[in-house]
């Protein structure tokens, strides 16, 4: 009778594990099939592959705000390296071409990443006030640097490559910002990088008691972080042919927004990057729906708002049950 009890008990488990992951994908499924009833249109061609274009950046700043949250952290300050890797980026690329430009917004991310992670590994400080610091830093310099104003002179290869260009009618965006999903998946679950994320996220004592390097994966977690502000600072910056000091504003907030939505804990330790893909296409998707059915911008803040706040209150009751 205790073996069958034990045998049931386990089974229950098991089909409650199930439901969870599929409550994700239903909400997507959901809010398609209501937005294509109450607009045609939803479901063009057209529309779904600018819903791609827009939700590029913001996934590609999801993928490492997630990996910073599941090691107990948080990064700020991606939306503001994102506009000032694009202004550095496009000043290199005018006087020393594309490819140069590139790099510099590459490097411009990692730089400010790893600025991030050496204050809060070194002097322990809260990832909180160290980003916010951070952003202001980021920010200010973008404006400083284009003078206030955004800089439109760009090469016509950038634009025509990165911004519009396409593999078998996949925009550019999407594909680098899959790309970067794929490739912090692969960080996440096969990497001794990942078990350590998650390691230190769950517990930072007793994974540095167990001979892991704290501070210098702290780094490294926030350099990949960084990186992916430079990565969707040519995403963007291509996509909407102009380099804006401030470019991405309350993108960061989206991220973060789209990592809990996608149920990776606050606390740290636990989530998943397929998760946080789902989470940014239901961000994506409810802007996009509400736009075309006409509802103000301000109510879409609102809409996006509630479901933040409904997300971590279920991942909350979720958590205490089990």
Do not use: H
Not at 33 to 53: D, H, K
Not at 116 to 134: D, E, H, M, Q, Y
Not at 157 to 181: E, K
Not at 189 to 195: A, N, P
């Amino acid at each position: 009778m205790f073996q069958g009890a034990k045998s049931g008990g386990t089974l229950i488990r098991l089909a409650s594990f199930d439901m969870q992951k599929l409550v994700l994908p239903g909400i997507i499924v959901l809010i398609a099939v209501v937005s294509g009833m109450i607009e045609p249109r939803y479901w063009t061609a057209q529309n779904l592959v600018n819903l791609g274009r827009q939700i590029s950046p913001l996934l590609i700043l999801a993928a490492g705000q997630s990996l910073t949250v599941i090691s107990g952290g948080l990064d700020l300050s991606v939306a503001a390296v994102l506009a000032l890797s694009g202004i550095c980026g496009v000043v290199v690329m005018n006087d020393f071409g594309m490819t140069a430009g590139i790099i510099t917004m590459l490097l411009t991310g990692i730089a400010f990443g790893t600025f991030n992670g050496a204050i809060i590994a070194r002097f322990k400080v809260s990832p909180f006030i160290a980003t916010l610091g951070t952003l202001s830093i980021a920010r200010g310099l973008a404006l400083m640097i284009a003078g206030g104003l955004p800089i439109y002179k760009m090469p016509e290869a950038f634009i025509d490559i990165f911004g519009s260009g396409a593999v078998f009618g996949l925009p550019a965006g999407v594909i680098f910002a899959l790309g970067t999903v794929i490739v912090f998946s692969v960080i996440l679950r096969y990497t001794i990088l990942g078990r350590y994320v998650y390691a230190i996220g769950s517990n930072t004592d007793a994974a540095f008691n167990s001979g892991v390097n704290v501070r210098a994966y702290t780094v490294l977690v926030y350099a990949l972080s960084g990186l992916t502000a430079g990565v969707a600072a040519v995403v963007l910056t291509s996509y909407v042919a102009a380099a804006q000091p401030l470019a991405a504003q309350g993108l960061e907030l989206q991220a973060l927004a789209a990592v809990v939505v996608g149920g990776v804990a606050l606390t740290g330790g636990q989530g998943s990057m397929l998760n946080v893909f789902y989470g940014v296409v239901i961000l994506g998707m409810l802007s996009n729906s509400l736009t075309m059915i006409g509802v103000s911008s301000f109510m879409q803040t609102l809409a996006i708002g509630v479901v933040i706040v409904a997300a971590v209150i279920l991942d909350q009751l979720r958590r205490s049950a089990n």
